[in-house]
């Protein structure tokens, strides 16, 4: 087992264009979730998943954003219309829901990120 | 609501020196409690955690006590290295909704040097 894997690590974009994340959760975790980090700040919650279900997402996620889980494996971030604000680091975490030798039900175990730069 | 605040950094300290960041936090109910540190250009690594009052959660050297009277969760060290250096993060997980969303501090740089 190797964690949560995301994929591109980093990505630089024009203004305007779409970006599309991957998020691959440690396997078996059922909860898997997407933060956003910006320079200097601690991560922010954007979204969440049981399985393939999206059950919450953040007021910071607008319309230009969405996430999905079709199968209830991984998991994409996409982002239509890229602005300058857009730049962050965008995480990917996962959890297992009940007694698991792949980690504890309140811990959130995360990917290493995935920059992004919108010029 | 739910908050976490933690010191301003950055932290400079020398080799061997001790180490304290301080964490408060504000919550309802019970929440976790944990600390995660991020090596430059990588995510966001568990570094201990803390389930209920008076728990002291360790690990690599790293300690900290959930204090409930106090609110706070601050993190120690007796003798840190240069390896030590990283951001570190101070959260809580409320349960909301069926699951644990995780609340960050802004986060204390820490620089050790030898």
């Known amino acids: 087992d190797t964690g949560v894997s995301q994929d591109p690590r980093h990505k630089i974009t024009k203004r305007g264009q779409n970006v599309t994340f991957r998020c691959d959760p440690i396997?078996?975790?059922?909860?898997l979730y997407w933060y956003r980090q910006t320079l200097g700040q601690g991560p922010e919650f954007l979204t969440y998943f049981q399985n393939e279900a999206q059950l919450e997402k953040s007021r910071l996620l607008s319309d230009r954003f969405s996430a999905e889980r079709p199968k209830g494996s991984f998991s994409t971030l996409e982002i239509q219309r890229t602005e300058q604000g857009d730049s962050a680091m965008y995480l990917c975490a996962s959890s297992p829901t009940g007694g698991s030798l792949r980690g504890s039900t309140d811990t959130q175990y995360f990917g290493p990120g995935t920059r992004l730069t919108v010029l | 609501g739910n908050s976490v605040t933690q010191m301003e950094g950055p932290v400079t300290l020398s080799e061997e020196a001790f180490l304290t960041i301080n964490c408060t936090y504000t919550?309802?109910?019970?929440?976790?409690l944990f600390w995660y540190v991020q090596y430059p250009g990588e995510g966001l690594q568990l570094l201990l955690k803390?389930?209920?009052?008076?728990d002291k959660g360790s690990n690599k050297g790293f300690e900290a006590t959930y204090r409930k009277e106090t609110t706070s969760f601050h993190l120690e060290k007796g003798s840190v290295q240069v390896s030590d250096s990283a951001v570190y993060f101070c959260?809580?997980?409320?349960?909301?909704?069926?699951?644990?969303?995780?609340?960050f501090g802004a986060g204390t740089r820490l620089a050790v040097h030898p």
């Open positions: 919550a309802t109910g019970y929440p976790s």
């Open positions: 803390a389930t209920k009052a008076d």
């Open positions: 959260a809580l997980s409320a349960f909301s909704g069926g699951y644990n969303k995780l609340i």
């Open positions: 396997s078996e975790h059922n909860r």
